[in-house]
């Protein structure tokens, strides 16, 4: 073996160094009749974030991890050259002086002591994937090498090396291996890095730091003393590149987003590089606060995230699972494209629609008692009433009768086209909308609930979410005007904010779907929408699931990592008047047949007067206020400065909380839409 590798280098330099010049035109023409296996070497897809930072990384066919090599560190392209190939710049694929050395040196050792293969010739033997130890491989490597150099130039053959270079097991590539080894891009390497990376490709599986860390720290060290003792790096800076440990385990390749990238990949086939509007930052945040959320809840539980930009359509941030590696909770499944039911999270658009019809306003009073319609009799989700309540608090409490009056008078199928023209696709039953949809009666994706909520935030006009530059849109047609987005967004804004929360302004509403299998909290501020969802991708029930309790601390925390944005001023043309300001047909929203059952019923109650505070009273008080009111139709509610803080009293007292010293205005309102007034002050 000895005497074949000592002749074959004889040979090959003498056939690099063409003596004689027929044997030179012969060695042409042979290495211009080479056959170039293909050189387009395979990568794997990449989709990366707005930033340019990897998301997910995907194998190619036959499993190996092999990447696009991208920027490299000098120093690492310093130190190769320096160990594998000093005159790379100057020879044509073969070095003849390293093939005589190499032969040199076999003949006074009586053993191989160094290699006379360059840089090109592994190039060679790596896309053929041929044999090195015998004569004929050996042959055909030069050979290819010398035609390698003739057909492409310096910097392909080195991106070519870079690509194939191999690193152990199924990894090849200073980019793979970088982010395996180090979990970082090979940009900016360390020396000691760097000479790692120079060293493994020699002995790929006898060198592998999580096998062979010794092993792996010899050639290391080797590399680093070489580049000190060529002045690559100082003397110092070697000493403590060998003093660092080898890495001893091997990353995982990067998967942010993992369920949104397998999704464009399939969706843009032959793509190498998919390029997003992803924040890292974001994402890692989002997929954090999606495990933590089902932590201790059981292995089945998932949730589902997306954050997204309103004012320009990007999709910044998307969750499809809790853990997309968890077989037990479905984590192959992307949550936030699946079908569920909404909950009560579409009820803010049935609001919309019915104050830009002019059917009322968010001080309009509205009764939520039994009613029938046809053969359903709905329910509150606590199976208590309140009995004559404003539309804003019904909006507030997610009263289901009050909504249900408004989509009856609405109409479904209109209330079904308003949620397509803001971007919610519908699966409904049999394909028909019924009054059931307010209240959770069909799918729609977290995707598509976050579109119509991105429509609210934009005044009524919806826009295409996006994770693709570019890929977003307005959509043509209003869901409703300015105004009712706005009356709708102003009321979601006073819904408490979960227990332990930061206040800040975001207009949100939760659902929980019937049985509560779907946990859900939406919401947003002047510049971004959100959208949560928690369950069990099966559809099983999760008992005690509720969208406050589970889904909106989520939402909270996931803004919490957003500079606050201020929702946006009333239009010019937006009412914001107290009810007994209101246009009489605008003071009590009566359901078709309401009226004459109203007439028939008992006659009409003592005119309804608030006794004390009386108006213009200067009180001097401290902790709670005494409020009494007499005549009108109970239950009463009583507001200060046009809150409501004493909702659906039994009787007509209430103790109020005091509202600081100053002007303040206490008004009581009874069953029948009735109010009086006091103008007080307060010391």
Not at 295 to 306: E, I, K, P, T, Y
Not at 590 to 596: F, M, T, V
């Amino acid at each position: 073996m000895r005497a074949r590798r000592l002749a074959l280098s004889l040979m090959a330099a003498v056939l690099v160094l063409g003596i004689g010049a027929g044997l030179r035109d012969r060695l042409d023409d042979w290495v211009d009749a080479t056959a170039l296996p293909r050189l387009d070497v395979p990568v794997g897809v990449e989709v990366v974030a707005r930033d340019g930072s990897l998301l997910r990384a995907f194998q190619v066919a036959d499993g190996r991890w092999r990447l696009d090599a991208g920027p490299v560190d000098s120093l690492f392209v310093d130190m190769l050259l320096l160990w594998e190939d000093r005159r790379f710049q100057d020879h044509g694929g073969v070095d003849a002086w390293a093939l005589l050395r190499a032969g040199r040196q076999a003949l006074r050792h009586g053993r191989v002591v160094s290699g006379g293969s360059t840089l090109t010739m592994q190039v060679a033997r790596l896309v053929e994937a041929g044999p090195t130890g015998q004569w004929a491989g050996k042959l055909r490597q030069m050979r290819l090498a010398l035609a390698l150099e003739r057909r492409l130039e310096k910097p392909k053959i080195m991106a070519l090396y870079l690509r194939l270079a191999p690193y152990g097991a199924n990894v090849e590539g200073i980019r793979a291996a970088s982010l395996q080894w180090f979990g970082k891009e090979p940009r900016r390497l360390s020396p000691a890095q760097a000479a790692l990376l120079v060293a493994l490709p020699q002995s790929p599986e006898t060198r592998r730091p999580d096998r062979f860390p010794m092993a792996a720290k010899l050639a290391r060290d080797r590399v680093l003393a070489r580049a000190a003792r060529a002045g690559l790096i100082s003397a110092a800076d070697a000493r403590a590149a060998m003093a660092e440990p080898v890495p001893r385990v091997r990353r995982a390749f990067p998967a942010l987003a993992p369920l949104l990238a397998a999704r464009l990949m399939r969706e843009h086939p032959g793509a190498l590089r998919i390029e997003t509007t992803i924040d890292p930052r974001l994402q890692r945040r989002a997929e954090a606060l999606a495990a933590r959320a089902v932590q201790g809840a059981g292995r089945r539980l998932s949730a589902a995230v997306v954050l997204a930009d309103h004012r320009t359509g990007e999709i910044l941030a998307e969750v499809g699972a809790a853990d997309w590696t968890d077989g037990a909770s479905a984590g192959f499944v992307d949550m936030a494209r699946a079908w569920r039911s909404p909950g009560s999270t579409l009820k803010p658009f049935v609001y919309g629609l019915a104050f830009d019809d002019g059917l009322a306003h968010p001080e309009t009073l509205i009764e939520d008692r039994p009613a029938v319609f046809g053969r359903w009799q709905p329910q509150n989700f606590d199976h208590h009433f309140r009995g004559t309540v404003s539309l804003r608090n019904a909006l507030i409490w997610s009263l289901n009768i009050p909504v249900v009056k408004l989509a009856e008078a609405v109409g479904p199928n209109r209330i079904a086209q308003a949620l397509r023209r803001g971007g919610m696709d519908l699966r409904l039953p049999g394909d028909a909308p019924g009054l059931a949809v307010v209240l959770g009666g069909t799918g729609v994706t977290l995707e598509g609930l976050a579109q119509g909520y991105a429509a609210l935030a934009r005044g009524g006009r919806g826009v295409t979410l996006s994770a693709l530059p570019g890929g977003s849109e307005e959509r043509a047609a209003a869901m409703f005007g300015p105004v009712a987005a706005w009356q709708v967004g102003h009321i979601l804004a006073q819904n408490p904010a979960p227990q332990g929360a930061r206040l800040r302004p975001l207009a949100y509403k939760t659902g929980t779907s019937y049985g509560h299998r779907d946990a859900l909290a939406v919401g947003y501020d002047g510049a971004h929408v959100g959208a949560v969802w928690l369950g069990r991708p099966d559809g099983t029930p999760v008992p005690g699931a509720f969208g406050g309790d589970l889904a909106a601390p989520v939402l909270f925390d996931l803004f919490d990592a957003l500079p606050g944005v201020a929702l946006a001023p009333p239009p010019p043309q937006a009412l914001t008047v107290p009810n007994s300001a209101l246009p009489l047909a605008l003071r009590r929203f009566s359901a078709p047949g309401e009226a004459s059952a109203a007439a028939s019923g008992p006659a009409a109650p003592d005119a309804l007067r608030l006794t004390y505070p009386p108006d213009g009273a200067e009180i001097d008080a401290q902790g709670a206020l005494a409020a009494k009111a007499r005549g009108g139709r109970g239950p009463w509610t009583f507001l200060v400065n046009g809150a409501p803080v004493a909702i659906a009293r039994p009787q007509p007292v209430a103790s109020l909380p005091h509202p600081g010293p100053g002007f303040a205005e206490v008004t009581v309102l009874d069953a029948l839409g009735a109010s009086a007034t006091a103008a007080i002050r307060l010391h």
